[in-house]
């Protein structure tokens, strides 16, 4: 089970730090993590991607130098901290988990229930 956190309402420029906590009796470390985020009229992004199991990660181009990924294995956490945001970057915010390191949503196989980040000019 993934369950997000840290979404809401910033002006541009702000940061936020959304969370991907993880439960349910799987192995942490054994998974890939990958952010999506939807628009409203838009497709399923992808934003970043860590593979826990050698530490790579991956950043859409449009998020490159804003976003970073971090993870706290004491709380089976992943991180998603978001700098310099701006109005483009409103979205419904998924989090994913998947044996295989990719950027693609198909590639993984459980989701969390999404938390909304806004960002207003």
């Known amino acids: 089970q993934l369950v997000e956190s840290g979404g809401g309402w910033v002006q541009a420029g702000g940061s936020l730090r959304l969370s991907c906590a993880t439960s349910?009796?799987?192995?942490?470390?054994?998974?890939?993590y990958g952010w999506f985020r939807q628009a409203p009229g838009k497709e399923r992004e992808g934003v970043a991607s860590?593979?826990?199991?050698?530490?790579?990660?991956h950043y859409a181009d449009s998020v490159k130098g804003r976003f970073t990924l971090s993870r706290d294995n004491a709380k089976n956490t992943v991180y998603l901290h978001m700098n310099s945001l701006r109005p483009e970057d409103t979205a419904l915010y998924y989090c994913?988990?998947?044996?295989?390191?990719?950027?693609?949503?198909?590639?993984?196989?459980?989701w969390g229930q999404g938390t909304q980040v806004t960002v207003s000019s």
């Open positions: 349910g009796g799987t192995s942490f470390d054994d998974y890939a």
């Open positions: 994913a988990a998947g044996t295989k390191f990719s950027i693609l949503a198909r590639q993984y196989t459980y």
């Open positions: 860590i593979n826990l199991r050698d530490g790579s990660t």
